[in-house]
């Protein structure tokens, strides 16, 4: 935020930068596989937030920083898979609270994530892109099943990302790929527009490679809703 008040830098520039490197290492044959779809808007998102930037300051704490979302949160401008080819055509109608949120406060939806079919398992599988590798070490598994999140934020093709848990699915990725991820007490953060595997265990939470960035994501999705009715 300094480098963009600054004119050092640019919202557009960062997911410029992103994408690139996501083309690179992830979407080419024998890359990470970690992102399932693109947000297409991303690159006008950021220089709306562009322009807003000189008239009326930061629009959030997020304003303008590229993020990953676990394909488990509904997006309504974003194809979402739940981890399952048999969701590819998928467009929900509405965000999940979270994407909201994160939206609210400037944040920037640069992909939706890879994840095991409905979070169901501990490995980087799924049948929407098969296998999600390590960044780290390209034979090794990078955890599950928010596969996607955590190889994607360890490879640097996002600033930070949003991860689900509901016996280690935030944990076990974190840990596979040298990250910071937290599972929070159910209910500090809304389920309203996840798809749970068991509904009063799920939790999306932050994962980042920074405790600071971790923190900075916490702050922005935690809090009441009403339409969190688990």
Same mark, same amino acid.
């Given at each position: 935020?300094?480098?963009? /008040?600054?004119? *050092?830098?640019?919202?557009? *520039?960062?997911?410029?930068? #992103?994408?690139?490197?996501?083309?690179?290492?992830?979407?080419?044959?024998? =890359?990470?596989?970690?992102?399932?779809?693109?947000?297409?808007?991303?690159?006008?998102?950021?220089?709306?937030?562009?322009?807003?930037? @000189?008239?009326?300051?930061?629009?959030?704490?997020? @304003?303008?920083? %590229?993020?990953? !979302?676990?394909?488990?949160?509904?997006? $309504?401008?974003?194809?979402?898979?739940?981890?399952?080819? !048999?969701? &590819? +055509?998928?467009?929900?109608?509405? &965000?999940?609270?979270?994407?909201?949120?994160?939206? *609210?406060?400037?944040?920037?939806?640069?992909?939706?994530?890879?994840?095991?079919?409905?979070?169901?398992?501990? $490995?980087?599988? +799924?049948?929407?892109?098969?296998?999600?590798?390590?960044? #780290?070490?390209?034979?090794?598994?990078?955890? =599950?099943?928010?596969? =996607?999140?955590?190889?994607?934020?360890?490879?640097?093709?996002?600033?930070?990302?949003?991860?689900? &848990?509901?016996?280690? $699915?935030?944990?076990?990725?974190?840990?596979?790929?040298?990250?910071?991820?937290?599972?929070?007490?159910?209910?500090?953060?809304? /389920? $309203?527009?996840?798809? %749970?595997?068991?509904? /009063?265990?799920?939790?999306?939470? %932050?994962?980042?490679?920074?405790?600071?960035?971790?923190?900075?994501?916490? &702050?922005?999705?935690? =809090? #009441?809703?009403?339409?969190?009715? #688990?």
């Amino acid at each position: 935020h300094d480098a963009m /008040r600054s004119g *050092e830098l640019t919202a557009e *520039e960062l997911v410029n930068k #992103y994408l690139i490197r996501i083309e690179r290492f992830d979407r080419q044959e024998g =890359g990470i596989n970690s992102i399932v779809n693109i947000n297409e808007n991303a690159k006008d998102r950021a220089i709306e937030l562009d322009k807003s930037l @000189h008239t009326e300051g930061l629009s959030g704490r997020l @304003h303008g920083i %590229p993020l990953v !979302v676990k394909d488990q949160a509904m997006t $309504s401008d974003i194809t979402t898979t739940f981890g399952s080819k !048999v969701f &590819d +055509s998928f467009v929900p109608e509405t &965000d999940a609270a979270i994407v909201k949120r994160i939206r *609210e406060e400037g944040g920037i939806i640069i992909g939706k994530t890879a994840m095991n079919d409905w979070g169901a398992g501990d $490995s980087g599988v +799924s049948s929407i892109v098969g296998q999600t590798k390590n960044p #780290y070490d390209m034979n090794r598994d990078p955890g =599950g099943s928010s596969c =996607g999140t955590g190889a994607a934020v360890a490879a640097n093709l996002a600033a930070i990302g949003i991860g689900e &848990d509901t016996g280690g $699915s935030i944990r076990a990725p974190a840990s596979c790929c040298n990250l910071f991820g937290i599972r929070v007490t159910t209910g500090l953060i809304s /389920r $309203s527009g996840l798809s %749970p595997l068991v509904k /009063r265990n799920d939790t999306a939470g %932050p994962m980042a490679r920074t405790v600071d960035d971790l923190i900075r994501l916490l &702050d922005v999705i935690t =809090g #009441y809703d009403s339409d969190d009715i #688990y």
